[in-house]
C-alpha cells in the first residue's frame, strides 16, 4: 500500500502519543510501556490499522504494537485511534527487517502478517515477509509456544510461504485455501482493508497459522529431564 505521500506526515508521527517514538529503548521494556503484564501481539505492514484496531477493541488483556514502513500509511491508523483512543495499541514506523533491535528474546506472543507484499520477482524473495530469512528473525521474538498467523489473496506468494516452513523450521497447525468458506477458521476473522477489497473481487483468501516444531520438541526434551531428575 503505498497512499500519496503526505508532506509532514514523519513529523506528525514523531509528535503522536500513540507512536513509539524511533531511537526510545523500547527492547525488553514494552510491558513497562504499557503498563502490565499483559501479552504482545504485533501485526507487521498494518496498513491503516483497521485489523489491529477492531483486535485491540475486543481484547483489552492483550497489549497489540502495529509496525509499518510508510508515514503516510500510519497516518490514517493515527487518525482512526485519535477518534478511538486505545491503552493496549502502539504503532511503530520501521521496516521490519530490523525488528529484534525492538523485541528482546521471546517478547512477542503472536505474529500476524496480513496481505503482505508478494515481491514477485526471484531476486527479492529474501524480501518477502514469509521468507526464511523473515521467520529466522520471527524466531528470536517469539514465544517458543508463539503462533504467527498470514493471510493472502496471492496465491503464488502463499505456495511460496507454504514452501518455505520446513526448512525454517516450522510447522502449519492450520492451512486454508478458502477461508471464507471454512466456518470454523471464519468463527474469529477480522477482515483488514485488503481483505475486503480483495475478497468481493471474488479472490479467494489463503491462511496460515504456523508454529515452530523444534521449540516444540525442544520444551518436550526439557520436561522428560525434568521427570527424569
Ligand atoms: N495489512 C494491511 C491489510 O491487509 O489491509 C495492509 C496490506 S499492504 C498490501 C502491505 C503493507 O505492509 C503496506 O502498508 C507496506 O508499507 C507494509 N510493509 C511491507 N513491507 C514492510 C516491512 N518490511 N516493514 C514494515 N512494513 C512493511
Not at 32 to 58: D, Q, S, W
Not at 165 to 187: C, F, R
Request: charged content about 35%; proline content about 5%.
Amino acid at each position: 500500500m503505498r497512499l500519496r505521500n503526505i508532506p509532514g506526515s514523519r513529523e506528525i508521527i514523531a509528535e503522536n502519543p500513540f507512536v513509539v517514538p524511533e531511537g526510545e529503548p523500547i527492547r525488553g521494556h514494552w510491558k513497562k510501556r504499557f503498563g502490565n503484564e499483559n501479552p504482545v501481539h504485533i501485526e507487521i505492514g498494518m496498513g491503516k490499522g483497521r485489523f489491529l484496531i477492531t483486535l485491540a477493541e475486543k481484547n483489552p488483556n492483550i497489549n497489540y504494537v502495529g509496525i509499518e514502513r510508510y508515514s503516510s500509511v500510519l497516518l490514517r491508523a493515527l487518525q482512526k485511534m485519535e477518534e478511538n483512543p486505545l491503552p493496549n495499541l502502539l504503532f511503530l514506523r520501521m521496516d521490519a527487517e530490523t525488528l529484534e533491535d525492538i523485541f528482546e528474546k521471546e517478547e512477542v506472543s503472536k505474529i500476524y502478517l496480513n496481505f503482505s507484499d508478494p515481491w514477485p520477482k526471484d531476486r527479492h524473495a529474501k524480501r518477502r515477509l514469509t521468507s526464511r530469512t523473515f521467520l529466522a528473525r520471527y524466531d528470536k521474538i517469539l514465544k517458543s509456544e508463539g503462533r504467527l498467523e498470514f493471510k493472502t489473496d496471492n496465491r503464488e506468494l502463499f505456495d511460496f510461504s507454504v514452501e518455505e516452513l520446513a526448512a525454517a523450521g516450522w510447522k502449519a497447525e492450520s492451512i486454508s485455501y478458502d477461508l471464507h468458506n471454512d466456518p470454523i477458521l471464519m468463527k474469529d476473522n477480522i477482515m483488514t482493508e485488503y481483505e475486503e477489497r480483495f475478497s468481493s473481487m471474488g479472490n479467494p483468501i489463503c491462511k496460515y497459522s504456523i508454529y515452530r516444531e523444534r521449540k516444540v520438541h525442544e520444551r518436550k526434551d526439557k520436561k522428560s529431564e525434568i521427570e527424569k531428575d
